[in-house]
């Protein structure tokens, strides 16, 4: 799926539904970095790394899941797990129990417990509690999520908002593939040039996540949508906003996960018709193609072939004129 436009209005949010805007991720940092101190203290996971967790896979505390049941990280209740459930949508042809907790605290506590108490992640407590780039790519290792791009997703969050700076550490030069020992002190590591850059330097996954948090969107053409972010797949999707990953699928008119990339438009409801904008028509622009159209403006790709006369695999001259109404 072609990405839409390089900058999209941020629209005034309705539906109960939600944006994962930079203000909303500031608030989400300022309401729980004590608490991601407190996991890293009693259990070693760097402070970092839980908060740039809870800010993914909860859609920085706005996610249905964080809403009504108190869990940050997507939990689901399997095992020996005798607490309440919420039942939401995944990856699954139904949907799937996940935990409920009384407070986040005790969500954020859980989750330092499964990470500290399985094995598959003990290897990552021999890497610095200030090497969060070693401890993201090692949960990835680990099979801790199924996004491709998920450790590169944490490792944005945490040099876009310098969530390193919350336990005292230090801004990590990307490349980098030894991890940091776990005995390195914060003295020993600010003083090597070779792993430390400055606080304004960009990294290039910083760069990846704050681009496609600036595409934030909520509505287009009366139709409610979101953008898929770093770290994001159609389950994760799919259990914030509580709607089957096969409704997903169709309402952006695909059978297959892997067309929806990196910042594309998700739509969460049937598109419309035709286009409800002031804009009547638009010009092809190299590369555009009936259905990435039909995707910018929230028209069923159908129906903008049949508005133009075209079939749906038509093939587009640039600067072509099509009709969106």
Same mark, same amino acid.
Request: charged share 25%; aromatic share 10%; proline share 2%.
């Given at each position: ?20 805007? &930079? ?6 940092? +300022? ?14 996971? &760097? ?9 993914? !896979? ?7 899941? +964080? ?14 797990? #005798? ?6 949508? =995944? =990856? ?30 003990? #290897? ?6 200030? =090497? ?38 230090? @801004? ?42 600036? $595409? ?5 053409? =009366? ?8 770290? !994001? ?6 259990? @914030? ?5 096969? @409704? ?36 092809? $622009? *190299?590369?555009? *193609? ?10 069923? *790709? ?14 587009? $001259? ?8």
């Amino acid at each position: 799926m072609q990405s839409i436009l390089a900058v999209i209005a941020i629209i005034v949010f309705s539906y109960g539904l939600f944006a994962q805007s &930079p203000d909303d991720i500031k608030a989400y940092i +300022a309401q729980y970095k004590t608490m991601a101190l407190q996991q890293e203290k009693l259990y070693g996971i &760097p402070a970092p790394i839980t908060l740039a967790q809870g800010i993914l !896979e909860s859609g920085a505390g706005q996610s249905k899941l +964080a809403q009504n049941a108190n869990n940050h990280f997507g939990i689901k209740a399997l095992g020996a797990w #005798s607490g309440d459930i919420y039942l939401a949508w =995944d =990856d699954e042809p139904q949907k799937s129990k996940f935990r409920t907790y009384s407070s986040a605290e005790a969500s954020y506590t859980d989750h330092s417990r499964l990470i500290k108490d399985n094995q598959r992640y003990q #290897s990552l407590f021999n890497i610095s509690i200030y =090497d969060y780039r070693g401890w993201a790519n090692g949960l990835q290792k680990a099979g801790y999520a199924t996004a491709q791009n998920y450790a590169k997703a944490l490792i944005g969050y945490i040099d876009a908002y310098q969530l390193y700076t919350i336990n005292g550490g230090v @801004k990590l030069k990307p490349g980098k593939t030894v991890a940091i020992a776990r005995n390195t002190t914060i003295e020993d590591l600010s003083k090597d040039q070779q792993l430390v850059i400055d606080d304004s330097e960009l990294s290039l996954e910083e760069e990846e996540v704050t681009t496609v948090i600036r $595409k934030a969107v909520v509505e287009i053409n =009366d139709v409610r949508c979101t953008i898929l972010y770093p770290g !994001e797949t159609l389950a994760s999707i799919a259990m @914030k906003y509580d709607i089957s990953p096969l @409704k997903l699928l169709e309402f952006n008119e695909t059978t297959d996960e892997s067309d929806l990339k990196l910042g594309d438009i998700v739509y969460l409801e049937k598109k419309h018709g035709k286009y409800k904008g002031s804009q009547d028509f638009y010009r092809v $622009k *190299t590369d555009d *193609t009936l259905y990435s159209i039909a995707q910018q403006f929230g028209i069923r *790709t159908s129906n903008l072939a049949k508005m133009n006369h075209k079939d749906l695999f038509s093939p587009l $001259k640039e600067g072509e004129k099509l009709r969106l109404k």
